[in-house]
T-cell receptor, first 114, second 113 residues
Framework: GENVEQHPSTLSVQEGDSAVIKCTYS??????FPWYKQELGKRPQLIID???NVGEKKDQRIAVTLNKTAKHFSLHITETQPEDSAVYFC?????????????WGAGTKLIIKP | KAGVTQTPRYLIKTRGQQVTLSCSPI?????VSWYQQTPGQGLQFLFE???????NKGNFPGRFSGRQFSNSRSEMNVSTLELGDSALYLC????????????FGEGSRLTVL
C-alpha cells in the first residue's frame, strides 16, 4: 500500500524567508496530492493541491511541485509571515476507486521567527 | 452554507466507559471520514463512510466503530475506553470521497481519566 513520508518534522525560518516541506510517496499510481494547514487549536484546511498531470501549481505565496519520477512533492512558501506558523500535512492517494483513502504524512511544524 | 458540525466538543470519561461522537457533514456531502489526533501526532485515519457503507478502515482495534445514516450524518463509538484514547477526534466530509477537498469539523476532544 501507499506510504507517505514527510520532512522535516519541524522547520524554523526567519520571517520573510522561504520554507520548503517535502513529502515522498511509494505508490506510483498515486495521482492526487493535497496539502493541509492546521493552525494551533483549529481544524485542518486545504491550502493547495496538485494532480499528477501537472508539475507545479501556485497560489500567491504558496506553490506545490511534483516529481513523479522521483515520487516526491514539495510545498514552497515564499515571503513567510507570522500567520504561516502552523502544522502542515501532506497526503497522497491513488486513482479513485471503491477503496479511496488518503494516506497522510506525519506533519511539519513550521515556526516563523520574527 | 453550514460547515461540518461535531458534537460534543468536549467530554470527559473514565476508563472502561464507552463514548459516542457525532458528525454532521456539509449538506450534499456523502463521504465522512474520522481521524484521531493526539498531541504532537498527525492525523491517524480511523474509517471512512460513503452512502452508509464503510469503505476504508485504519489500523485501530475493534473497540473503535462507526456508522453512517441515510442523511449522511455519522457517529463513531469507542467502547471500553483506555487512557490512550484521550485525543481530538476529527471528522471530515467531502462531496464524493474521491480526490477532492476534505472539510474538517472542529473536533471532539475526549479526555479519559
Amino acid at each position: 500500500g501507499e506510504n507517505v513520508e514527510q520532512h522535516p518534522s519541524t522547520l524554523s525560518v526567519q520571517e520573510g524567508d522561504s520554507a520548503v516541506i517535502k513529502c515522498t510517496y511509494s505508490d506510483s499510481a498515486s495521482n492526487y496530492f493535497p496539502w493541509y494547514k492546521q493552525e494551533l487549536g483549529k481544524r485542518p484546511q486545504l491550502i493547495i493541491d496538485i494532480r499528477s498531470n501537472v508539475g507545479e501549481k501556485k497560489d500567491q505565496r504558496i506553490a506545490v511541485t511534483l516529481n513523479k519520477t522521483a515520487k516526491h512533492f514539495s510545498l514552497h512558501i515564499t515571503e513567510t509571515q507570522p500567520e504561516d506558523s502552523a502544522v502542515y500535512f501532506c497526503a497522497a492517494t491513488p486513482d479513485f476507486d471503491s477503496n479511496y483513502q488518503l494516506i497522510w504524512g506525519a506533519g511539519t511544524k513550521l515556526i516563523i521567527k520574527p | 452554507k453550514a460547515g461540518v458540525t461535531q458534537t460534543p466538543r468536549y467530554l470527559i470519561k473514565t476508563r472502561g466507559q464507552q463514548v459516542t461522537l457525532s458528525c454532521s457533514p456539509i449538506s450534499g456531502h456523502r463521504s465522512v471520514s474520522w481521524y484521531q489526533q493526539t498531541p504532537g501526532q498527525g492525523l491517524q485515519f480511523l474509517f471512512e463512510y460513503f452512502s452508509e457503507t464503510q469503505r476504508n478502515k485504519g489500523n485501530f482495534p475493534g473497540r473503535f466503530s462507526g456508522r453512517q445514516f441515510s442523511n449522511s450524518r455519522s457517529e463513531m463509538n469507542v467502547s471500553t475506553l483506555e487512557l490512550g484514547d484521550s485525543a481530538l477526534y476529527l471528522c471530515a466530509s467531502s462531496w464524493q470521497g474521491d480526490t477532492g477537498e476534505l472539510f474538517f469539523g472542529e473536533g471532539s476532544r475526549l479526555t479519559v481519566l
